[in-house]
């Protein structure tokens, strides 16, 4: 099995754009926005009750830390593998290294999660879906983004994307439930939810 890791980064905030500073960047036309709305979905990403969304997305630093041979190996659906909330975020691997169990419910806050995903000659195109649910399982941001990029070689790898979020004026503090798909839009196969939480204090 051929594996790579790919650093797509993307700064998402209720109310701060944070853009990449790699060399190599890619601005991206998804929406990538923070919303704060309840089960019903409604709200604006600032704890308010009205419906206008603002999108906001960033510039993505994209790393192929290697480049693959072409593989022989069957493509199969995506599949989220971590979830979690991290002290900072800057490369694959950080994840790993820097993943903490809760955050700043003042300030904002980094969360990073791992997916397998085939790469179909040589080119990778997925959307990811990250919602956040608060305290009595309201949801107070949903972010959703769709990405494309040439990773060099065919077969199933492993990515690392980062969210940047800042909580919205009314969020209590409490656990949260953080809630990723991801879709690959060339086959149309998606993983199913993985979930993870953590506390804001």
């Known amino acids: 099995m051929n594996r790579r890791k790919l650093l797509l980064g993307s700064g998402v905030a209720l109310s701060t754009v944070l853009a990449g500073c790699s060399s ?24 308010n009750d009205d419906t206008d969304e603002d999108d906001n997305s960033s510039e993505d630093e994209v790393e192929d830390e290697t480049q693959p041979d072409s593989s022989d190996e069957e493509p199969s659906e995506p599949v989220v593998t971590k ?12 994840l790993e290294e820097n993943e903490i169990e809760s955050g700043s419910i003042d300030e904002g806050n980094w969360s990073a999660f791992q997916f ?22 309201v949801r ?21 994307q980062s969210i940047y979020f800042g909580p919205g004026e009314n969020w209590p503090t409490g656990e949260y439930l953080a809630r990723v798909t991801i879709r690959d839009e060339i086959s149309g196969e998606v993983s199913e939810a993985k979930t993870t939480t953590f506390e804001l204090r």
């Open 83 to 94: 979830i979690g909330l991290v002290s900072e975020w800057e490369k694959p691997g950080d």
């Open 116 to 137: 397998d995903i085939y790469a179909h000659e040589g080119e990778l195109e997925f959307t990811y879906q990250y919602d956040l649910y608060g305290p009595e399982n």
């Open 140 to 160: 107070r941001m949903t972010s959703s983004d769709t990405k494309s990029e040439l990773v060099g070689g065919d077969g199933q790898g492993t990515y690392e």
């Open 24 to 47: 190599d960047e890619t601005a991206d036309g998804g929406n990538g926005n923070g919303d704060d709305d309840d089960d019903d979905g409604n709200g604006d990403g600032n704890g």
